[in-house]
T-cell receptor, first 116, second 117 residues
Framework: DTGVSQDPRHKITKRGQNVTFRCDPISEHNRLYWYRQTLGQGPEFLTYFQNEAQLEKSRLLSDRFSAERPKGSFSTLEIQRTEQGDSAMYLC??????????????FGEGSRLTVL | AQKITQTQPGMFVQEKEAVTLDCTYDTSDPSYGLFWYKQPSSGEMIFLIYQGSYDQQNATEGRYSLNFQKARKSANLVISASQLGDSAMYFCAMREGRGNAGNMLTFGGGTRLMVKP
C-alpha cells in the first residue's frame, strides 16, 4: 500500500514526557501537513512543509511543538513536556504541489495521543 | 468569523434515501476550492469530492454531488441512495488561493451521518 502512514497509531504518556510521531507521505508528494483533531471537532492546521522547508506554522504550534522533514521525505512531530490539553489525534496528510491540481490532501490514519 | 460552518451536528437518513449535508463558507478570495471528506470510526480522512470556485458545473463523483451556490457561499454535499457504510463523520473544507499556490485546508466542525437500515 502506498498511502500515507503514521506511527505510532496510539500513544499513552504521562504529563511532562516527550513524544514523537512519524509520518511517511505518499512517495511522489512534495507537500506534507500536520493537523490536530480533538474529539468531536474538525482537524486544525498545525504546520506544513514543501520538500524539506517548513513554510507555515499555525499559532496552535506552541514552542513545545517541533516538526521536521529532513531530506523532504518522512516527517516527525515532537511534543515536549506534554500537557493534558495535548491529548488529540494528530493527522498527517500529503499532496502534490504542481501546476494542475486541486490541492487535495491525502490523509493517514492518525496518531492518537492520550496524556495522563 | 468561522470560515467553514456546518450547522448539522448529526443527521439520520434511511438506507437507500438521499441526504443533504450543509456547508457554508466565508472568504474574500476570488479563487478557492471546496472539499468534502468522510471520516469513518477508523479515523482516516477520505476525500470525496472537490469544487473549484471557477467551476461552472456542480461536481459529481458517483453517488456524491456537490450543490454549489456561489452567491450564497454554500457547498452542500448530496449523497444519493444511502448505504449503511455511509455512516461516518463528514467534513467540509476550503482552500483559499489557487491549487498550485494555496496552502492548507480549513475544516468545518463536521456532521455525523447515521444511516438506518
Amino acid at each position: 500500500d502506498t498511502g500515507v502512514s503514521q506511527d505510532p497509531r496510539h500513544k499513552i504518556t504521562k504529563r511532562g514526557q516527550n513524544v514523537t510521531f512519524r509520518c511517511d507521505p505518499i512517495s511522489e508528494h512534495n507537500r506534507l501537513y500536520w493537523y490536530r483533531q480533538t474529539l468531536g471537532q474538525g482537524p486544525e492546521f498545525l504546520t506544513y512543509f514543501q520538500n524539506e522547508a517548513q513554510l507555515e506554522k499555525s499559532r496552535l504550534l506552541s514552542d513545545r511543538f517541533s516538526a521536521e522533514r529532513p531530506k523532504g521525505s518522512f516527517s516527525t512531530l515532537e511534543i515536549q513536556r506534554t500537557e493534558q490539553g495535548d491529548s488529540a489525534m494528530y493527522l498527517c496528510a500529503s499532496s502534490y504541489w504542481g501546476t494542475t491540481n486541486t490541492g487535495e490532501l491525502f490523509f493517514g490514519e492518525g496518531s492518537r495521543l492520550t496524556v495522563l | 468569523a468561522q470560515k467553514i460552518t456546518q450547522t448539522q451536528p448529526g443527521m439520520f437518513v434511511q438506507e437507500k434515501e438521499a441526504v443533504t449535508l450543509d456547508c457554508t463558507y466565508d472568504t474574500s478570495d476570488p479563487s478557492y476550492g471546496l472539499f468534502w471528506y468522510k471520516q469513518p470510526s477508523s479515523g482516516e480522512m477520505i476525500f470525496l469530492i472537490y469544487q473549484g470556485s471557477y467551476d461552472q458545473q456542480n461536481a459529481t463523483e458517483g453517488r456524491y454531488s456537490l450543490n454549489f451556490q456561489k452567491a450564497r457561499k454554500s457547498a452542500n454535499l448530496v449523497i444519493s441512495a444511502s448505504q449503511l457504510g455511509d455512516s461516518a463523520m463528514y467534513f467540509c473544507a476550503m482552500r483559499e488561493g489557487r491549487g498550485n499556490a494555496g496552502n492548507m485546508l480549513t475544516f468545518g466542525g463536521g456532521t455525523r451521518l447515521m444511516v438506518k437500515p
